[in-house]
T-cell receptor, first 112, second 110 residues
Framework: NAGVTQTPKFQVLKTGQSMTLQCAQD?????MYWYRQDPGMGLRLIYY???????DKGEVPNGYNVSRLNKREFSLRLESAAPSQTSVYFC???????????FGSGTRLTVV | GEDVEQSLFLSVREGDSSVINCTYT??????LYWYKQEPGAGLQLLTY?????DMKQDQRLTVLLNKKDKHLSLRIADTQTGDSAIYFC??????????FGKGNQVVVIP
């Protein structure tokens, strides 16, 4: 099915470990986004990429890095995971304003 | 930064109407959105409204926008059990970014 694909769906990390969350979209969208969702906090923007070759910080970028590998793929890396990064991570993509965003199904990350 | 506020919980009987409210701070908002999140899933776009509109109707959904008060609401008519979810309002701001509210959980009682 067309859309946004995130891998993995679940992950448990030990404090200090690193990992990369993968995201790919097949809708030829220019913009891609990473959000985290925490109970009672809604969604908060970590990083975004307005177009291929550009990335910018969002509201909560500390502890994360991103790579816009090509138009389809936008990865999120945790270099040294901390328990405060336990969250559900959503990738989204967008072609423009009216269409809004298309979201992936999320990655549930637990850092112990 | 952008700030979008929502109440957290609503319980409604099947067949009744649900009304979810949202306030936002950015007076230059051009588009405002409603998203639905079912358990264990990502967010799904329900509807949107352009800032020069007061109301938009889309089947069972009615969106009302009061720009003066920066207030947005979503009314779901004839609420069904499949409408049980978390609903997020979102405000479009610079560089095609969305600011989301904290979400409003709707529980439909059969």
């Amino acid at each position: 099915n067309a859309g946004v694909t995130q891998t993995p769906k679940f992950q448990v990390l030990k404090t200090g470990q690193s990992m990369t969350l993968q995201c790919a979209q097949d809708m030829n969208h220019n913009s891609m986004y990473w959000y985290r969702q925490d109970p009672g906090m809604g969604l908060r923007l970590i990083y975004y990429s307005a177009s291929e070759g550009t990335t910018d910080k969002g509201e909560v970028p500390n502890g994360y890095n991103v790579s816009r590998l090509n138009k389809r793929e936008f990865s999120l890396r945790l270099e040294s995971a901390a328990p405060s990064q336990t969250s559900v991570y959503f990738c989204a993509s967008s072609a423009g304003t009216v269409e809004g965003y298309t979201f992936g199904s999320g990655t549930r990350l637990t850092v112990v | 930064g952008e700030d979008v506020e929502q109440s957290l919980f609503l319980s409604v009987r099947e067949g009744d109407s649900s009304v979810i409210n949202c306030t936002y701070t950015d007076s230059s908002s051009t588009y405002l959105y409603w998203y639905k999140q079912e358990p264990g899933a990502g967010l799904q776009l329900l509807t949107y409204i352009f800032s020069n509109m007061d109301m938009k109707q889309d089947q069972r959904l009615t969106v009302l926008l009061n720009k003066k008060d920066k207030h947005l609401s979503l009314r779901i008519a004839d609420t069904q059990t499949g409408d049980s979810a978390i609903y997020f309002c979102a405000d479009l701001y610079g560089n095609n970014r969305l600011a989301f509210g904290k979400g409003n959980q709707v529980v439909v009682i059969p």
